[in-house]
């Protein structure tokens, strides 16, 4: 018996990163799975291994929200769970974030993310959950990534919103709060083929050693469990909430 057997979950981002973790965790659970992403290649490769689901998503489309729900239930019969994992990263400071490079963060996170709850919820079975992808700069600041830290602000307030408004229907809506994870959004290496990705992993557990309570970068599959958790009926008394995933960095810094 697994953790999520006979539920159909949908998960964005999931052709690789935290999102492809989530999506094979849950598949292991029980699940049946609809992986949805922009990079078709990568996600019909990873649909395909899973025995899942592979649709095209952009999430900021909202005629494509449509689409990846309507194949869902095509395939399945009925939609249980949406994980809004899809996101993006830029770095600037505010005073030098050009406006168009502002609106394609919130369009990806914030408005990704609003369409989905918009888009899936009303076709959730009752007593579905729905986890958003956060952050822990949704709790905190973060210099040089303003626009990334609004976003995810903004996606804790629709948590707290969404938590509210749906749970009538038993529907439990969460967010998770990673920290740094060894993901291509902060190992770029990973998507180089011509260089180390291991190298630069362990290079960041060199890094976060230093800023890190336990001393090293987050893994995906460590983020993967705790959307398991906040899916699974393990936490059927859970909305509305904040869960950070970032060993201990929240928590503040050390001076001895």
């Known amino acids: 018996m697994g953790k999520l057997d006979g539920r159909v979950v949908i998960v964005t981002g999931a ?93 990806v996170n914030q408005v990704g993310c609003f369409l989905g709850i918009k888009t899936v919820a009303p076709v959730l079975e009752d007593g579905g959950t729905i986890v958003n992808t956060a952050s822990y700069a949704a709790l905190t600041g973060m210099a040089g990534v303003g626009t990334y830290t609004a976003t995810k602000h903004a996606i804790l307030g629709l948590t707290r919103v969404a938590a509210l408004e749906l749970a009538d229907r038993g529907i439990r809506v969460n967010a998770v709060c990673p920290g740094a994870i060894d993901t291509a959004m902060s190992n770029p290496a990973q998507l180089d083929p011509t260089a180390d990705a291991e190298q630069m992993s362990r290079a960041l557990d060199e890094l976060y050693r230093k800023l890190v309570p336990l001393g090293r970068i987050g893994r995906p599959e460590e983020v993967a469990r705790l959307a398991l958790f906040l899916t699974s009926a393990d936490s059927s008394y859970v909305t509305g909430q904040p869960f950070v995933v970032d060993g201990g960095w929240l928590a503040g810094v050390s001076v001895i």
């Open 15 to 107: 052709a690789r990163g935290q999102g492809e973790q989530e999506a094979r965790l849950f598949r292991a659970e029980g699940a049946q799975v609809v992986v949805a992403d922009v990079l078709d290649d990568q996600g019909r490769a990873v649909a395909e291994e899973l025995g899942a689901l592979y649709v095209h998503l952009d999430v900021a489309e909202e005629d494509g929200w449509r689409a990846a729900v309507a194949a869902a239930k095509e395939a399945y019969g009925h939609v249980d769970g949406l994980v809004n994992n899809a996101g993006i990263l830029r770095f600037n400071t505010l005073v030098d974030t050009p406006l168009e490079e502002f609106l394609q963060v919130l369009r």
